[in-house]
DNA sequence: CATGCTCAAACTGCATGCAATCGGAATGCC
DNA sequence: GGCATTCCGATTGCATGCAGTTTGAGCATG
């Protein structure tokens, strides 16, 4: 009766979990192609099952899938950026309004693990810090044990490390070790709106750390320089690039 | 140059679309069963595709993928329900607050002519009336034109038909016209609070008539009663019926 | 009649094959 | 030399085939 653990986790989810992380920790770089055929041989299987793997990774927003086209590591835009933090901030005032004084001594004890462990990885390589920060925040996102909340500030956190890797420059995210402490002792003190306030600074702090320069899109993709300049009369005084309509 | 209009919708996609639309409109209830043969042959297309769209629908979870099983339509629990409207209020604020004020006049005339749509379909059958009303949601989100909002805004709404089919009863919403007029209203006239009070009371009027009894589990699946039952000590007071980990 | 067992049909997991399309280099033309 | 054209390899879109798993109907047994 023992539902024999991990029966067999799907070949197209193991690769999702390898490509997210190598994503994250920007060993895959945006704009990076990623062949089916190249996706299967690594891993050992099938084009059709690294094929399933990029349509879930699209759906995340993690790869850009271009009819006819190599997929891509998705090249999130400036304003794309910014509109993903905002709702970040939203989300994850939720999560900690719904933790905040509803964390027992174990959870609390593991949140402050993870913490050591980012303090730690201070000196390495800024990746890992940024993996570490990022984990911390879907840690958080776990405990509230609310599946959506789980899944869509996993999704976004991934996300945000694509921005980062988009658009801060190499040593910018000093990653705020202590701003996680501040948190985790709020919630423990069961503080609602101070966390939530934490929590919006906290995230607004990341974001201005990452997205310091409206248009300095780190050079590497002319389109997007001159996505601006292509539009046929910029009545508006070029404000923002005006982002395309819709996703799919 | 012309870049071929509609050069070729992607057969999944077109799965997709017509699945998800099956289902905000109730013609495929939760639970139902899913078999990618029966797709594929329903569409013209093979079980491969079949496969493809019912993982998009799993991504944003309109669908439950179980391992070896037939894919079914998902049946979501009480609990996510209530959280998934918790998030969505802070999306559609998010919305609201980025639009108040910001549209033209043709924009306000898109949304009245929309509005006016729904006040037609009163007469006629409880899902029509609730498609019109989703609709209206995504259409002021794809005013932000905010890729990640309209994404997470269209998939949380489709989320939310998804729990009306599932607990309320045949004919508890009658679908709040007034308050889509009220919100108009207020985005016109820019009162940004004003208009982000409106939407929080609206989402929660709506969550309110739907949700109603707790454990009101429309009898359809016995697992679902037994749920709370099944853990093994249940030591803490009965509280909420402890929701799985993860999704994926 | 209720319960457990067996087995075939149904269905999914995955790989492979073929046609269509794309990208880029070689080619031809001015 | 600059520029359009053609063509071939690379790559995707999709269907089909086979193996393994689940379902549940029928049969046997207490």
């Not at 653990?5 to 070949?11: A, L, V």
């Not at 980012?118 to 984990?135: F, K, M």
Request: charged share 25%; glycine share 6%; proline share 6%.
């Amino acid at each position: 009766m023992a539902p024999t653990r991990t029966s067999k986790p799907d070949k197209a989810a193991i690769i999702c979990q390898a490509l997210r992380r190598a994503i994250i920790e920007q060993a895959l770089k945006p704009g990076t192609k990623l062949p089916e055929d190249a996706l299967g041989e690594r891993f050992g299987a099938s084009r059709t099952i690294a094929r399933h793997a990029l349509g879930q990774l699209a759906a995340e927003g993690l790869v850009e899938l271009r009819r006819n086209r190599i997929a891509v590591v998705a090249t999130p835009s400036w304003q794309e950026a910014r509109d993903t933090f905002d709702i970040r901030m939203e989300l994850e005032r939720l999560v900690v309004r719904q933790l905040a004084g509803q964390l027992d001594a174990g959870q609390i004890a593991r949140l402050r693990a993870h913490v050591d462990a980012e303090e730690g990885a201070r000196g390495g390589p800024d990746t890992v810090s940024i993996r570490l920060a990022t984990e911390f925040h879907i840690l958080l996102a776990e405990m509230t044990e609310s599946p959506i909340l789980i899944r869509y500030v996993s999704e976004i956190s991934y996300r945000c490390c694509l921005i980062l890797a988009t658009f801060s420059r190499p040593h910018s995210s000093d990653c705020a070790v202590s701003e996680h402490r501040a948190l985790i002792d709020a919630l423990e003190a069961g503080r609602v709106d101070e966390v939530m306030n934490l929590m919006h600074h906290h995230l607004e702090a990341v974001a201005d750390r990452a997205l310091v320069a409206p248009a300095k899109p780190r050079g590497r993709d002319i389109m997007d320089i001159l996505a601006p300049y292509a539009e046929p009369a910029p009545v508006a005084p070029a404000g923002q690039p005006r982002v395309r309509a819709i996703m799919r």
